[in-house]
Nanobody, 122 residues
Framework: QVRLVESGGGSVQAGGSLRLSCAAS????????MAWFRQAPGKGREGVAA????????YYAGSVRGRFTISQDNAKNTVYLQMNSLKPEDTAMYYC???????????????WGQGTQVIVSS
């Protein structure tokens, strides 16, 4: 059984930083990509960053490129999202996803976590 557990969300002032973690269990080698998505109130889900778990290639949405960094610790089966220079528009529920069956930042992932809330105040 696949399980993705996010942590690290919270409240921060604009310009601050947070690091999100996604601990994965039960994934097979076929789940070769993991990603972070976010959904703000009243908006659709947006792909933020993705990483190829085998080769380490990364992908970013234009809105976060240069501010967010996705990384992985294979020994811990954990993917991270380091978020710097946070803006109020980054406020959203952030979700971890695994098992891509489409483009890296599309919603075509087989497995999803429950989410962790990020609130950025101005």
């Amino acid at each position: 059984q696949v399980r993705l557990v996010e942590s690290g969300g919270g409240s921060v002032q604009a310009g601050g930083s947070l690091r999100l973690s996604c601990a994965a269990s039960g994934l097979t080698s076929s789940s070769n990509r993991m990603a972070w998505f976010r959904q703000a109130p009243g908006k659709g889900r947006e792909g933020v960053a993705a990483i190829n778990t085998s080769g380490g290639g990364t992908y970013y949405a234009g809105s976060v490129r240069g501010r967010f960094t996705i990384s992985q610790d294979n020994a811990k089966n954990t993917v991270y999202l380091q978020m710097n220079s946070l803006k109020p528009e980054d406020t959203a529920m952030y979700y971890c996803a695994a098992g891509s069956i489409g483009l890296p930042l599309s919603e075509n992932y087989n497995y999803w976590g429950q989410g962790t809330q990020v609130i950025v105040s101005s």
